[in-house]
């Protein structure tokens, strides 16, 4: 494909803007990204970009797509009563239910211009189900992160949803297995991570201890929930006389990265030197962490000391909405407020986090992220000078982040298919797959009544 005439946010490293330029695409690839026009090769499928801003496809650090089904259902709660109910979703889930969520999430995420998703998985009471959420989000067409943690202890989650360490040893070795092929693509459209959920709340030192030297003896990246609320550093202070998740996961020698630490809350500024030292990124979660009450993360604390921080919505019962480009907002603009200082993380530092340092987090930094020549080609069309909400467009980057709404986005490519064309999921039958979502969850949300 060759995209035309276009205004192409790159993010590279000098985070050039180019007012006029061209992107070629072979073969999944960029192949060339130039401010001169180039002709077209012969039957090559042309996009005029005229008008409009090609940029690097968002990513979704932090998600768990079958909470679309329960979305709007549980709020208002204390943060331990959420988690009960969230938990005991798995004794309702069904394969399908995570297949079709898992597809619903996607078309929601790709209309919105997210092209990766990391899915953290923590219920495995049916021993599919990661199967099913991986083939759902696969089927139409995002890039999959997909997370199998594991949970071991804890008075608020059902005994059929925990396991014991070596019992989720073999289910993540084996669930590797069955996506060798895939994950070894270089393509890299399919990653598998292995972790504990929550350590000190979910999951015991001993199932950090056998995550992370699963994650060291075969390559694989983690991702756990760190320090969320105020209420997991009192349990762990409590437990093990250890003041801070992180202090207390690095003295069991858990804390060896490379680490995605979802949502790291409540760490002080000791921890966040002893992530970078780690190798552990943070996912930051605005827009959940004010749902929930959970607090606001120290993200320009984590900045200063060089810890790679990445972005995402978190499920949609502590969101509501799979949005990155409202969490791109939140983002920058709460560190403003908790610090006073109007300068304190500007829009393309915002865009950064939701695209090339997403990318760094997830070890997929020389493959996506930024629109330079050899990286694939994950990228998204959006015209702003046709929304009430963007004109006038003066400063491009920051329209992007603190107004662009997501239905500015018209067209969607990921590997260098077009996947989003004209603002609707290609090949699919959008309306009858959303009309199965909506019958999915009401019918989930009968069987959780049930149980909760």
Same mark, same amino acid.
Request: glycine share 6%.
């Given at each position: 494909?060759?995209?035309?005439?276009?205004?192409?946010?790159?993010?590279?490293?000098?985070?050039?803007?180019?007012?006029?330029?061209?992107?070629?695409?072979?073969?999944?690839?960029?192949?060339?990204?130039?401010?001169?026009?180039?002709?077209?090769?012969?039957?090559?499928?042309?996009?005029?970009?005229?008008?409009?801003?090609?940029?690097?496809?968002?990513?979704?650090?932090?998600?768990?797509?079958?909470?679309?089904?329960?979305?709007?259902?549980?709020?208002?709660?204390?943060?331990?009563?959420?988690?009960?109910?969230?938990?005991?979703?798995?004794?309702?889930?069904?394969?399908?239910?995570?297949?079709?969520?898992?597809?619903?999430?996607?078309?929601?995420?790709?209309?919105?211009?997210?092209?990766?998703?990391?899915?953290?998985?923590?219920?495995?009471?049916?021993?599919?189900?990661?199967?099913?959420?991986?083939?759902?989000?696969?089927?139409?067409?995002?890039?999959?992160?997909?997370?199998?943690?594991?949970?071991?202890?804890?008075?608020?989650?059902?005994?059929?949803?925990?396991?014991?360490?070596?019992?989720?040893?073999?289910?993540?070795?084996?669930?590797?297995?069955?996506?060798?092929?895939?994950?070894?693509?270089?393509?890299?459209?399919?990653?598998?991570?292995?972790?504990?959920?929550?350590?000190? $709340?979910?999951?015991?030192? #001993?199932?950090?201890? *056998?995550?992370? &030297?699963? +994650?060291? @003896?075969? =390559? %694989?990246?983690?991702?756990?929930?760190?320090?969320?609320?105020?209420?997991?550093?009192?349990?762990?202070?409590?437990?093990?006389?250890?003041?801070?998740?992180?202090?207390?996961?690095?003295?069991?020698?858990?804390?060896?990265?490379?680490?995605?630490?979802?949502?790291?809350?409540?760490?002080?500024?000791?921890?966040?030197?002893?992530?970078?030292?780690?190798?552990?990124?943070?996912?930051?979660?605005?827009?959940?962490?004010?749902?929930?009450?959970?607090?606001?993360?120290?993200?320009?604390?984590?900045?200063?000391?060089?810890?790679?921080?990445?972005?995402?919505?978190?499920?949609?019962?502590?969101?509501?909405?799979?949005?990155?480009?409202?969490?791109?907002?939140?983002?920058?603009?709460?560190?403003?407020?908790?610090?006073?200082?109007?300068?304190? $993380?500007?829009?393309?530092? #915002?865009?950064?986090? *939701?695209?090339? &340092?997403? +990318?760094? @987090?997830? =070890? %997929?930094?020389?493959?996506?992220?930024?629109?330079?020549?050899?990286?694939?080609?994950?990228?998204?069309?959006?015209?702003?000078?046709?929304?009430?909400?963007?004109?006038?467009?003066?400063?491009?980057?920051?329209?992007?982040?603190?107004?662009?709404?997501?239905?500015?986005?018209?067209?969607?490519?990921?590997?260098?298919?077009?996947?989003?064309?004209?603002?609707?999921?290609?090949?699919?039958?959008?309306?009858?797959?959303?009309?199965?979502?909506?019958?999915?969850?009401?019918?989930?949300?009968?069987?959780?009544?049930?149980?909760?």
């Amino acid at each position: 494909m060759l995209i035309e005439n276009a205004t192409v946010v790159t993010v590279d490293a000098a985070d050039r803007v180019l007012d006029r330029a061209w992107i070629a695409i072979t073969d999944g690839a960029i192949t060339a990204v130039s401010a001169e026009p180039i002709a077209p090769r012969p039957g090559e499928p042309r996009l005029d970009a005229t008008g409009k801003v090609v940029m690097p496809g968002l990513i979704n650090a932090h998600t768990h797509l079958f909470q679309v089904l329960i979305r709007g259902v549980y709020e208002e709660l204390p943060f331990v009563e959420w988690l009960r109910r969230i938990y005991a979703c798995g004794l309702a889930l069904t394969e399908e239910d995570a297949y079709l969520s898992a597809r619903s999430a996607a078309v929601e995420a790709l209309t919105s211009g997210t092209t990766t998703i990391v899915e953290h998985h923590f219920l495995n009471r049916v021993r599919d189900l990661p199967a099913a959420t991986i083939d759902g989000m696969r089927s139409m067409g995002v890039r999959t992160v997909f997370a199998r943690t594991a949970m071991d202890m804890g008075a608020l989650a059902p005994s059929q949803v925990l396991e014991a360490p070596d019992e989720a040893v073999a289910a993540c070795e084996a669930l590797l297995a069955s996506y060798q092929a895939a994950v070894a693509d270089p393509a890299r459209m399919l990653s598998v991570f292995v972790g504990p959920n929550t350590p000190g $709340v979910s999951a015991t030192a #001993a199932m950090a201890r *056998a995550m992370t &030297d699963l +994650a060291q @003896a075969r =390559g %694989l990246r983690q991702s756990l929930h760190l320090a969320e609320s105020r209420s997991v550093v009192r349990q762990v202070e409590r437990d093990h006389g250890i003041t801070g998740v992180a202090r207390w996961l690095d003295a069991e020698g858990a804390l060896r990265g490379p680490i995605l630490a979802a949502h790291s809350v409540h760490l002080d500024v000791d921890e966040l030197r002893l992530l970078a030292e780690r190798d552990v990124a943070i996912s930051h979660n605005p827009v959940s962490n004010m749902f929930l009450g959970d607090g606001i993360a120290p993200v320009w604390e984590a900045l200063e000391q060089k810890v790679v921080v990445a972005l995402g919505t978190d499920g949609a019962a502590s969101n509501n909405s799979q949005d990155m480009f409202e969490v791109m907002k939140v983002a920058p603009l709460l560190q403003r407020a908790r610090r006073e200082d109007a300068s304190a $993380v500007g829009p393309r530092q #915002a865009l950064r986090m *939701a695209t090339i &340092d997403g +990318a760094r @987090a997830l =070890g %997929l930094g020389d493959v996506i992220g930024s629109i330079e020549v050899g990286k694939r080609a994950d990228l998204v069309v959006l015209d702003l000078e046709a929304s009430p909400h963007t004109v006038a467009v003066h400063d491009v980057v920051s329209q992007l982040v603190h107004c662009a709404p997501s239905d500015a986005v018209s067209s969607v490519l990921v590997d260098g298919r077009l996947i989003v064309n004209e603002g609707r999921v290609a090949g699919i039958d959008q309306q009858a797959l959303l009309a199965d979502a909506q019958a999915a969850g009401m019918d989930l949300v009968r069987r959780l009544s049930a149980i909760v």
